[in-house]
């Protein structure tokens, strides 16, 4: 089980917010009573008893600070394969009168954040309380970091795709705040691998060159990987004297993902396979094998 704790002063009052995300175990396919924050108050934890200001946080929309830019992960796709962990990182700029001196940011998959029955992922950060970097007096870039694994969080391929970010920002006088389930998007994908062989090697001028491959992508069910059914493949070419890559033809995967073509040998050069990437797996193109003409 996955906790996190959320610590913060409201006009003198220690609030605890915390949420539980049960883990994936293995086997199980199945996250019940999956929760995140869906509140500034519940992150923030301005609902401390006894807190006036804490209660007219709800209301000061007016006030709130404005959240104007949260960069997920450098900007990059989330891409990630059977078993290792990745460690990634969300800063949220914000900006309020009184400056800002915490942010928080979670990472979900689903319909409804108020409705755990909805919710079958949540990514959530490593710290309590987000590392702040003053812009000015008024705005701030506060980072949090995410560390991500595969064989827990996530436990099934249907993750893959596009999450929902939240994001949300406490002022400086520690009573206003601004929080959003919706502020963004990003992709978390299937790790994605291509092969290449060309051959034989050497090959007469005007003899057949095959070139053999396969396409596969991470399965986070069963922590292998297997090949990617009919795909757009390019197969590319370059000669030994140039530095850039031809597209040859345009072939498509099999049912397990194999690559299989053949093509008449000309010249000295290399071979690869290049593949686009789609919404769940990334791009990805292999190295060029080199084929003597003679």
């Known amino acids: 089980m996955r906790i996190r704790a959320t610590v913060a002063a409201v006009s003198g009052a220690l609030a605890l917010s915390a949420l539980a ?40 929309d007016a006030t709130e600070p404005v959240i104007s830019k949260v960069v997920v992960n450098g900007g990059k796709d989330i891409v990630l394969g059977t078993t290792a962990e990745k460690t990634i990182s969300i800063s949220v700029t914000a900006s309020h009168a009184t400056g800002v001196i915490d942010a928080y940011a979670d990472l ?34 506060c980072k949090l970091t995410f560390t991500i694994d595969p064989r827990y969080d996530l436990y099934k391929n249907s993750l893959a795709g596009t999450w ?50 396969k396409l596969s992508r991470a399965n986070w069910e069963d922590h292998a990987y297997h090949g990617y059914a009919t795909q757009s493949v390019k197969l590319q070419f370059r000669k030994k004297t140039s530095s850039t890559y031809t597209t040859i033809k345009t072939i498509k995967t099999s049912s397990t993902g194999t690559l299989k073509t053949t093509v008449k040998a000309s010249v000295d050069g290399y071979w690869r396979y290049s593949f686009a990437g789609t919404s769940t797996t990334p791009a990805v193109t292999t190295a060029g094998d080199f084929v003597d003409v003679r």
């Open 108 to 141: 979900w998959h689903g319909t409804n954040p108020t409705s755990p029955d909805t919710i079958d992922g949540a990514i959530l950060p490593n710290e309590d309380v987000s590392t702040c970097t003053k812009v000015n007096a008024t705005t701030s870039t």
């Open 164 to 213: 929902h970010v939240s994001a949300g920002a406490l002022a400086g006088n520690q009573t206003d705040i601004a929080y959003t389930d919706f502020y963004s998007t990003a992709r978390v994908q299937r790790l994605s691998k291509l092969t290449v062989n060309a051959a034989p090697e050497p090959v007469k001028k005007g003899g057949t060159i095959t070139v053999t491959g």
């Open 21 to 60: 995300v049960p883990a994936a175990q293995a086997g199980d396919h199945s996250v019940p009573n999956l929760h995140k924050p869906t509140s500034g108050a519940e992150v923030f934890g301005t609902a401390a008893a006894g807190s006036a200001k804490a209660a007219a946080a709800a209301t000061a």
